[in-house]
Every structure is written in structure tokens, then in C-alpha cells.
């Protein structure tokens, strides 16, 4: 009588596809390059607004910025949800719920439309001004943003930038700072050559950083509890 393979439970994978800091299933698996340790891409990023070293073996990941050693592992994570039955559409709806609880009501809020390269020519307000006509982020997670300008940052004449006459933002969570950039760019008319910076809390946040991003790891870990969230924008100050 020929032999039957052994059935295997979820629970026999546990160890592999959990994670350390909240021992739930790996969500966006995070893994470290230094030493290949996983974990959940929002525990490992709130763990290093504390700590460089990794919270399973200690190493040291990075001086200054372990940020800079994540990688995300999109093979396991579909590994994950074929092993876990359901799981990725509970995430995928915890995580639309928790935008549209924190979505506040239209008050003449623009809306940024972003192509899936990032470029300018994808951003438009509500009026449809400078944008395309397709919305290629119409189903991710919607952020609302407050966009203000910082005065008096040592700047005068030609090079000072204004207000925008509207200052609330709706647009996808996973917009970059990059096409934040341009859409300013866009609105306030400025130079080609011109250069912004965009920052959150008065520190510059980098150009490929993510509204989603931002928010999680600058403004909410931050004790911010108001929405919508407020960037600031400045010319770029030249130290050199």
C-alpha cells in the first residue's frame, strides 16, 4: 500500500512567516541586508526611529540611517498570503479603511493625479489643470496633505516662493516627495532649474519618499495627531 505524503498545517510554516517585533504574520516583509533577518516592513522601520541595531541579533545595521539597508522580499510575501488563506484581503482592507476613516471631508482640497512614472505632466488639481486624463492611482490609499510654504528662511527677491492658493492635497498615499516637487513646480510657475525642499517637521525629507511613508514614520511616531498631515516647502538652501 503505497505511502501518504503528511499533510501540513499553516502553524508548521509559523516560525518562517512571522514576525519577531509584533509575532503576527510578516506583512510587506522587511528583510535587513546586514544580517538577513525579516520582519514587517512598519515594525523594523518604527524599531530603527529608536535603534540601528537589529532587534533580533544586535548587529549594528548602520551608523546613521538603517533605513538605507531595508529591502523589501516580494517573494515571500506571496509566499505568505498562498499560505495564509484570506490574509491579503484583510490587509488590503484594514489598510483602505484606515484611509477613509482619516479622510477628511472635500473643502476645496485639490487633488494630485500622478502617473505611474512620476512625472509632472501626470499631476493636476480638480480643475484638471496640467494633468492627463487618465488616474492611474484611482484604487490605491487616498492622504490628504497640507502643503505650506516657509517664510522668512533666508530668502528674498526672485528666489522667494509664494503661498498656493490651495494648500490641501488628496492624492495616493504612495506618491513620492519627487512628484510632490513637481507639482509645486507646476503651480507656482516656477524655473526648470529651480530647487525645492520638502520637509516634515522641519527635517528634508528625501525624493523618493513616500507620502505613506512619511506619515508613518515622521508624523504619526512623531505624536502628530492632527489631519491632514502638513509638509512645508522652502527654496533650496545652498550651504556650500
Same mark, same amino acid.
Given at each position: 500500500?503505497?505511502?501518504?505524503?503528511?499533510?501540513?498545517?499553516?502553524?508548521?510554516?509559523?516560525?518562517?512567516i512571522t514576525?519577531?517585533?509584533c509575532?503576527?504574520?510578516?506583512?510587506k516583509?522587511?528583510?535587513?541586508?546586514e544580517?538577513?533577518?525579516?520582519?514587517?516592513?512598519?515594525?523594523?522601520?518604527?524599531?530603527?526611529?529608536?535603534?540601528?541595531?537589529c532587534?533580533?541579533?544586535?548587529?549594528?545595521?548602520?551608523?546613521?540611517n538603517?533605513?538605507?539597508?531595508?529591502?523589501?522580499d516580494?517573494?515571500?510575501?506571496?509566499?505568505?498570503?498562498?499560505?495564509?488563506?484570506?490574509?491579503?484581503?484583510?490587509?488590503e482592507q484594514?489598510?483602505?479603511?484606515?484611509?477613509?476613516?482619516?479622510?477628511?471631508?472635500?473643502?476645496?482640497?485639490?487633488? %494630485?493625479? #500622478? /502617473?505611474?512614472?512620476? =512625472?509632472? *505632466? @501626470?499631476?493636476?488639481?480638480?480643475?484638471?489643470?496640467?494633468?492627463?486624463?487618465?488616474?492611474y492611482?484611482?484604487?490605491?490609499p487616498?492622504i490628504?496633505?497640507? %502643503?505650506? #510654504? /516657509?517664510?522668512?528662511? =533666508?530668502? *528674498? @527677491?526672485?528666489?522667494?516662493?509664494?503661498?498656493?492658493?490651495?494648500?490641501?492635497?488628496?492624492?495616493?498615499?504612495?506618491v513620492t516627495?519627487?512628484t510632490?516637487?513637481?507639482?509645486?513646480?507646476?503651480?507656482?510657475?516656477l524655473?526648470?532649474?529651480?530647487?525645492?525642499?520638502?520637509?516634515?517637521?522641519?527635517?528634508?525629507?528625501?525624493?523618493?519618499?513616500t507620502?505613506?511613508?512619511?506619515?508613518?514614520?515622521r508624523?504619526?511616531l512623531?505624536?502628530?495627531n492632527?489631519?491632514?498631515?502638513?509638509?512645508?516647502?522652502?527654496?533650496?538652501?545652498?550651504?556650500?
Open positions: 500500500m503505497a505511502a501518504t505524503g503528511r499533510k501540513h498545517l499553516v502553524k508548521d510554516f509559523n516560525h518562517f514576525c519577531y517585533l509575532r503576527g504574520y510578516l506583512i516583509p522587511t528583510t535587513v541586508t544580517c538577513l533577518h525579516t520582519f514587517c516592513k512598519s515594525c523594523i522601520v518604527q524599531h530603527f526611529e529608536e535603534s540601528n541595531d532587534p533580533k541579533c544586535g548587529i549594528q545595521v548602520h551608523e546613521t538603517p533605513l538605507e539597508m531595508l529591502r523589501l516580494n517573494t515571500l510575501e506571496e509566499i505568505i498570503f498562498k499560505l495564509v488563506p484570506g490574509l491579503r484581503e484583510k490587509e484594514q489598510e483602505l479603511d484606515f484611509w477613509k476613516k482619516n479622510q477628511p471631508k472635500e473643502n476645496g482640497q485639490e487633488r %494630485l493625479r #500622478c /502617473l505611474p512614472d512620476g =512625472g509632472a *505632466s @501626470g499631476c493636476a488639481d480638480d480643475d484638471g489643470e496640467g494633468g492627463d486624463d487618465g488616474d492611482h484611482r484604487s490605491d487616498q490628504a496633505i497640507c %502643503l505650506d #510654504c /516657509l517664510h522668512n528662511a =533666508g530668502q *528674498s @527677491g526672485e528666489s522667494s516662493v509664494t503661498d498656493l492658493m490651495k494648500r490641501f492635497i488628496r492624492c495616493s498615499s504612495r516627495v519627487g510632490i516637487k513637481k507639482f509645486l513646480s507646476l503651480k507656482l510657475k524655473p526648470s532649474s529651480y530647487e525645492l525642499d520638502v520637509l516634515c517637521n522641519g527635517e528634508i525629507m528625501g525624493r523618493d519618499h507620502l505613506e511613508f512619511i506619515y508613518m514614520t508624523w504619526r512623531h505624536g502628530e492632527t489631519y491632514p498631515m502638513v509638509l512645508e516647502y522652502r527654496p533650496r538652501i545652498d550651504f556650500g
